[in-house]
């Protein structure tokens, strides 16, 4: 198998997890809240969408700064000159917020960085972040 076969793979398997849990979560609430509450995204490997799969986290429960935006990216190109990052990312998870994070960063710019234009809207803390994935996508 081809390292593009196997992230299809993990791709497509972590889609169908992000799609299950978000079933169990309209069965846990009310329509209502699913359908208000806020949405983000993050821009990620493969591998960390496995771990923030397995933990509810983003990030996987790595300690230091966790960014997250509203913005939605359809080109991990634009992802990455939009929002400074320091590589390439894979994919897009989309999610609402499960917990208070403290933001030090409340939908603030992005400034440019790593080669980055940026300009992106970013939300950022110290803090954990928990998780109700809604899906991920691959990005082009």
Known sequence: ????????VLIDGLGSVAGKTAVKNVAKGSIKEVLTSPTYYRYMTVSEAQAVTETG????LREGKTYYTTNLFSSAESAKSK???EFTPEVRMKFTISNEPKLIKNGTFAEPAYGGKGGGIEFM??????VEIIDISPLK
């Open 83 to 85: 929002l400074a990052l």
């Open 1 to 8: 198998m081809t390292p593009d076969e196997l992230k299809k």
């Open 57 to 60: 986290m983003l990030r996987g």
């Open 125 to 130: 803390t110290y803090d954990k972040v928990g």
